[in-house]
């Protein structure tokens, strides 16, 4: 069965090891997704605020991502209409059994239960897998946008992401 629940400041080191385990896979795959270690202090930071969360699956930590309520620095300005997911992971134990899916079922189901319209994230705009994967489960393309991002990006430049959303709901609940 698979839980999720609020980080506590005792389990930011096993959301830090879930992302720099992805990181360096990413890495690895020569993706320019995130920093390889993860950024404790990013972390830390983001536990803090209260907005990151952890998946459990028979007691052992599956999963991390974090929800924010408002994205200046991807979005811009706008609205509250939306929740924005971060920092989306899996282990790599658990890849291939749906649960970056379900992960973001449950964020559609905390945004809408907040009285929002939209889950938007974002990824690197060059990583086309991830992309794909983002729209089969329905997201569509917003934009393109660069953004200096602590870790991404190179020396010469910002980080080019790409920008996605969908309705606040499960997808296996969506009429399309």
Not at 112 to 131: F, K, Q
């Amino acid at each position: 069965m698979l839980t999720v629940t609020r980080a506590t400041e005792a389990e930011a080191p096993l959301v830090g090891a879930l992302l720099s385990e992805v990181a360096g896979w990413l890495a690895g795959r020569g993706v320019d997704q995130w920093p390889h270690p993860f950024p404790e202090d990013i972390v830390r930071a983001s536990v803090r605020r209260r907005d990151t969360y952890l998946a459990w699956r028979d007691g052992d930590p599956v999963g991390t991502l974090a929800v924010y309520w408002a994205d200046a620095r991807f979005w811009g300005d706008r609205p509250p209409d939306a929740g924005y997911v971060h920092r989306l992971a899996v282990a790599r134990a658990a890849r291939g059994d749906g649960l970056g899916t379900r992960l973001l079922d449950w964020a559609g189901e905390l945004v809408a239960g907040h009285g929002r319209r939209w889950l938007r994230l974002d990824c690197g705009a060059d990583n086309t897998a991830l992309r794909a994967f983002y729209e089969r489960l329905g997201f569509r393309h917003v934009d393109d946008v660069e953004v200096t991002v602590p870790g991404a990006g190179t020396a010469s430049g910002p980080w080019r992401a790409s920008l996605y959303q969908r309705r606040a709901e499960p997808w296996e609940r969506r009429t399309v």
